[in-house]
């Protein structure tokens, strides 16, 4: 795969001085970010047909802890799906039974028919050999109907709890003969194809689940998110906000609703996005080129690849390399070569298990010689050892200096893309009422005292060193460090899982359950 671009310089400082330009952003540039998001809300939720569509969920009401019931849930939102039976004990807590079956490429980009049906038989397979209850034998639904909730992570124009046409695919999906279709009837197609006893009477997003999740376990929320593989957040919204809905039943009742915002798609134009050579060639090269810029910029789908691009250019510069004396490996080479847990790994190595001693900012001249305290040698030493293991280049390939340069690329890509998600919480703050942006008034603030509780689920904001920091400080300049400080973040799921936790909601409309679990 050829480089990004490579670079033609005459002084190397130089050109280390304007890559980090590119990639840091300025207090002006998070406000005028955060106004367009605004912006991009208003016009979401005042009609149909725009990139970010602002879904309405038809979820009118949130968890408090106290629901109980045995549900059966379907997820698919990634290279996984999962079949999930969860127990709400009604006092905050859940217990689960669930299976993970893997979704596989042919599957992920051939017909739509051959993954629903594998879908369909995903099910059958887990209420044969795993589930604890007996569905057919429960007396409060019809004896041979089985209810399930999806958990479905892709856009979706949903017209009801239980109905909704797949707008796009995201995270390298492509199955063909889905655009378009009420994903729920694709599903029960399937079903009936098997002569399964199986209705599913609720769609929600992976964002949904995040958000009722929190709720159900916390007593409460008004976000959740996604910062994993994609990139998403839903957030409860005044009905009388969400102007396309106007001359509807739920309309006329007023109250609350969960908007699926489908931020991931957030600036396609990218008239605001700090673009840099990296990411357009990332974009130009994807499976969709021009959409879900934001979730591009964020991800951890795409973000080893933007790194990629700028280390493939350091190694191309020219009059001489600036990187590995010039040396590649099959890693380094190849199209998303590069995953985002090697600038996790690296970060971690920097890190260590004490604070960051302090950011390594180029031009690295001081690198040259042999000034280096021992505690970020030691630091550089490491992050050599994981270049070795996860790029496959050797030892004596690698100087302290290209230790310095790796960790400063993986620096700068990994703390925008959570500057960036910082932006995407503070416009659902101010949108709800909760903050003002700076130079802005903030009289007659929603719940002034109040804790504001997130959820949050994927490998970002729960592996990735400093994330969740860096987000809290592109937050704490947008909305204030009062607001920020009673900004309450906590993951959507049930710690004795792991990280491979599923999420869970109860909708308060539905006798369903369904989850979500984040690859």
């Known amino acids: 795969m050829a480089s990004t671009s490579a670079f033609a310089y005459s002084s190397a400082s130089e050109l280390y001085e304007h890559i980090d330009a590119q990639f840091r952003l300025s207090d002006n540039q998070l406000v005028e970010l955060t106004k367009t998001f605004l912006h991009e809300f208003k ?166 689940g995040a958000l ?39 309309a006329s009742k007023g109250g609350y609703m969960v908007v699926n915002t489908e931020w991931g798609a957030f600036n396609n134009s990218r008239s605001h996005l700090p673009s840099t050579p990296s990411d357009n060639a990332l974009d130009r090269l994807s499976i969709n080129p021009t959409f879900q810029a934001f979730e591009k910029f964020i991800s951890g789908m795409y973000l080893g690849e933007i790194a990629r691009g700028i280390i493939v250019s350091l190694i191309d510069a020219s009059p001489k390399p600036l990187l590995f004396n010039g040396k590649s490996t099959p890693s380094i080479n190849n199209h998303y070569g590069i995953d985002t847990s090697f600038m996790s790994n690296v970060e971690t190595a920097w890190l260590g298990k004490d604070a960051c001693p302090g950011h390594i900012r180029p031009p690295f001249t001081e690198l040259d010689g042999s000034t280096l305290s021992s505690n970020i040698q030691t630091r550089l030493e490491a992050i050599k050892q994981v270049i070795v293991k996860d790029l496959g280049l050797k030892p004596d390939q690698i100087s302290l200096k290209d230790a310095a340069i790796i960790r400063w690329v993986c620096g700068l890509v990994g703390r925008r893309a959570a500057q960036l998600s910082g932006v995407a919480v503070a416009t659902v703050l101010v949108q709800t009422g909760r903050a003002v942006l700076p130079g802005e008034t903030g009289k007659g603030l929603k719940d002034p005292n109040d804790k504001i509780l997130v959820g949050v689920d994927g490998s970002l904001i729960e592996h990735y060193p400093g994330f969740e920091v860096t987000l809290r400080e592109s937050l704490r300049y947008l909305v204030g460090q009062d607001v920020e400080s009673r900004v309450d973040i906590g993951l959507a799921k049930d710690g004795e899982w792991g990280w491979g936790g599923p999420m869970c909601f109860a909708s308060p409309q539905a006798e369903v359950i369904a989850i979500r679990y984040q690859d």
């Not at 099910?123 to 589930?131: I, K, P, Q, R």
């Not at 994609?230 to 106007?246: F, H, M, R, S």
Request: aromatic share 8%; proline share 2%.
């Open 212 to 250: 009722l999740s929190r709720a159900y376990q916390s007593g409460g929320c008004i976000l959740g998110a996604i910062f994993g593989t994609g990139t998403n957040g839903a957030y409860v919204e005044d009905i009388a906000k969400i102007k396309k809905l106007q001359g509807t039943p739920v």
């Open 43 to 208: 016009l979401g939720l005042e009609d149909y047909g725009h990139a970010m569509a602002m879904i309405p969920t038809f979820v009118t009401g949130v968890p408090d802890g106290t629901e109980k019931g045995t549900f059966l849930a379907l997820d698919l939102g990634g290279t996984n799906l999962r079949v999930c039976e969860v127990v709400l004990n009604g006092d905050k807590t859940f217990s689960l039974r669930q299976q993970k079956y893997r979704v596989t490429e042919a599957l992920k980009t051939g017909e739509a028919i051959a993954l629903f049906d594998y879908l369909a038989d995903s099910v059958d397979a887990f209420l044969t050999t795993e589930a604890s209850v007996d569905y057919t034998s429960q007396t409060d639904k019809p004896a041979d109907v089985i209810h399930l909730g999806l958990t479905f992570s892709f856009p979706v124009e949903q017209t009801a709890l239980d109905s909704g046409k797949i707008l796009t695919w995201t995270k390298g999906f492509s199955a063909r003969n889905a655009i378009g279709n009420d994903v729920v009837k694709l599903l029960q197609d399937a079903f009936d194809r098997k002569h399964m006893h199986v209705k599913c009477v609720a769609l929600v997003n992976d964002t949904v």
